[in-house]
């Protein structure tokens, strides 16, 4: 029930912003509540009957709600929506929407640009539109429409128990600048060369870690939560940082890439969809923010609900579908 609220109340920020009300406290929330089921519920339209799309997925947990996700809502919307979840890596995920296995999965515009398009990681864009747009060009050349991205961006981050980190005065990385030689980061094999990892941490932010310990990446939040490790390589989206007991540091330099999400679409089979496969998906989407998808996340990795019944909840709870 505890999850269930705190997606509530992100949900309900978010139609409130939208919404900017001079109002009371009280009228501001009913009429905002009002709109957002006037406005956000996804309807049946009866000239979709028949059309039919299949929606994929990397083999992820992110992958699997993102994709639930985008199923329910084009069922939602009246077309006939079939899912194969699980397809494997982006290779794999990108070979099936070419050869018509899947019409469409999600993918980071980050990772389109390193593994398909031949960017090097310290060319990637730190702007979000930028690599968004280069992305897009990308797939357009392969017959592929990526759609508007997420709000959302799961790039690596540096966490830290919480308690650890106020007790130091530490809320961003630059702050490990003076501070990082007495702490140890963890993180996997990798990271010693990678820009996005410890060696742009070293060359953007000048930080000297006490000590580098090379761990298996599921190992991430075990490792901070028994103290065992200062701070770790995680994921921004991770869904233990929605319990609470970890900080995110603030990129201050903005040196991680972005890692949006777009939903990449073969072209012949968009269109064929008409107009309400683009306005559905880019209506859902619009909740989607990083502390949302790390609600999301947890739901599943650490309550083990089911993609498919995490995706329903953040739906209903947004207005998109009818409470059942």
């Known amino acids: 029930m505890k999850r269930v609220g705190t997606l509530a109340i992100l949900i309900a920020s978010l139609v409130l912003a939208a919404c900017g009300s001079s109002s009371s406290d009280k009228s501001s929330s009913s009429s905002s509540s009002s709109t957002s089921a006037n406005d956000n519920t996804i309807h049946n339209n009866p000239s979709n009957a028949g059309k039919k799309v ?3 997925s990397k083999n992820f947990t992110e992958e699997f709600i993102l994709g639930q996700i985008y199923a329910q809502a084009l069922k939602a919307a009246g077309y006939t929506v079939k899912t194969q979840l699980n397809l494997g890596s982006e290779q794999i995920a990108l070979k099936a929407v070419k050869s018509g296995q899947v019409d469409a999965y999600p993918e980071y515009t980050g990772t389109a640009l390193t593994s398909f398009f031949n960017k090097k990681a310290t060319d990637v864009p730190k702007d979000e539109e930028a690599a968004y747009a280069e992305a897009k060009a990308g797939f357009a050349k392969q017959g592929l429409v990526a759609l508007p991205h997420t709000p959302f961006t799961d790039s690596n981050g540096v966490g830290m128990l919480k308690d650890k980190a106020q007790k130091l005065g530490i809320t961003k990385l630059s702050d490990l600048t003076s501070k990082g030689s007495s702490l140890t980061l963890y993180g996997p094999p990798e ?3 990678r820009p996005d990892c410890l060696l742009g941490l070293q060359d953007v932010y ?6 580098f310990v090379p761990i298996d990446p599921g190992l991430r939040h075990k490792v901070l939560d028994s103290g ?15 319990q609470g007991k970890e900080l995110l540091l603030q990129d201050d330099k903005h040196m991680f890439p972005p890692y ?5 679409f073969r072209k012949q089979v968009l269109d064929s969809l008409g107009p309400d496969a683009r306005k559905t998906i880019d209506l859902v989407q619009k909740g989607l923010t990083t502390e949302a998808m790390q609600e999301l996340n947890s739901r599943v990795d650490i309550d083990k609900q089911t993609p498919k019944r995490v995706a329903t909840d953040y739906l209903t709870e947004s207005g ?5």
């Open 228 to 242: 065992q490790a200062d701070t770790a390589i995680v994921f921004t989206t991770d869904g233990q940082i929605a």
């Open 260 to 264: 949006n999400v777009t939903l990449v």
């Open 206 to 211: 000048a930080i000297k870690f006490k000590k």
């Open 320 to 324: 998109y579908l009818p409470k059942q």
């Open 191 to 193: 990271c010693r060369q």
């Open 54 to 56: 299949t929606i994929g």
